[in-house]
């Protein structure tokens, strides 16, 4: 039997305090977040991170001291290997374990298949994570035969996963009584204008999860779609998730975070306290945060057909 390895890939969290910056710059300096000359693009990342620092561990000590994206991704690691024929690995873009420190586990094998927990394509993200690995296994040789896949936003699996965890969040009570947002990372307008797939295939995923909501019989009053974490001067795609809380009808709201697969400081921070404080003073009644796929046993599955399908066309 060949020997084969799946790697799944994200951006990463800070594993503790001290890690807060490491995680800024690696990801302020990536080219792929920050498109100019790198002498430039360095001088940018020093002024976000002298800017940003002391804020970010702030939040970071607010959920615990840490990114809860690595202990989700390892619960998802544990139920994987249980379905696959190949050994389960993480690798983070911006903090440990970053690709090379994956690579002696890769030393004898003979197929690596990288799935990046991003089910979106971007540039941003699944491009800079696609490259890291690929320059990676060329500098320390790796000869095994690399697959890869962009984007899975239309997974049955992924889907059906995320209505599932949208009951969750509504335990049970009448979803016309609510409306939906599915809240999405942003990015910057120009990075969307200059041909990126993200926002494309969010608004793809937005009609697949609606559809599978429409099988189950749930009907909130309304489902959006908004975008969050925005950062800096420039316009960001809209709408912002702050302009769409005060936009809603219903004063209560059941949000998912659309663009993650692993709940991170995003969900846990900024969904979780920062946009429930502005709820808050707008009178929510409910607010509501759905989890991430994490390790739902329909992501597992989801990951598992991804990865069979994969070895399918390898065959």
């Known amino acids: 039997m060949k020997k084969r390895a799946i790697l799944l890939l994200n951006m990463g969290g ?108 971007s540039k941003t993200t699944t491009l800079s994570s696609m490259e890291d690995l690929q320059a990676t296994l060329t500098k320390y040789k790796i000869a095994a035969k690399l697959k890869t896949i962009d984007a899975y936003y239309n997974d049955p699996s992924y889907n059906r996963c995320i209505v599932q965890r949208i009951k969750e969040a509504l335990n049970g009570d009448n979803p016309s009584d609510f409306e939906l947002v599915f809240s999405v990372h942003g990015l910057p307008q120009k990075i969307i204008d200059q041909g990126d797939l993200y926002q494309k295939h969010l608004k793809y995923n937005l009609f697949h999860a609606r559809r599978e909501l429409l099988k189950e019989g749930i009907e909130f009053h309304k489902t959006h779609l908004a975008y969050q974490s925005r950062l800096g001067p420039a316009q960001w795609i809209k709408p912002y998730l702050e302009t769409k809380l005060v936009s809603l009808k219903k004063r209560k709201v059941i949000l998912y975070p659309l663009a993650f697969t692993i709940d991170n400081s995003e969900t846990e921070y900024e969904l979780l306290q920062e946009y429930k404080e502005i709820a808050d003073e707008l009178g929510f009644e409910e607010y509501r945060v759905a989890k991430a796929p994490n390790d739902h046993p329909l992501f597992v599955k989801s990951l598992t057909d991804i990865y069979e399908s994969m070895k399918k066309q390898t065959a």
């Open 14 to 121: 800070p594993n503790n305090l001290d890690e807060v910056e490491v995680f800024l710059k690696n990801m302020f300096n990536d080219k792929r977040i920050i498109p100019a000359p790198q002498p430039i693009r360095a001088l940018i990342a020093k002024l976000i991170i002298f800017k940003r620092l002391k804020e970010s561990k702030s939040n970071y000590e607010k959920i615990g001291g840490k990114s809860p994206i690595v202990d989700y991704t390892n619960a998802l690691i544990e139920s994987l290997q249980k379905n696959v024929d190949a050994s389960v690995h993480m690798v983070m873009r911006y903090t440990p374990p970053f690709a090379k420190d994956v690579v002696e586990e890769l030393q004898n094998v003979e197929e690596i298949y990288a799935i990046p927990l991003y089910p979106h394509y």
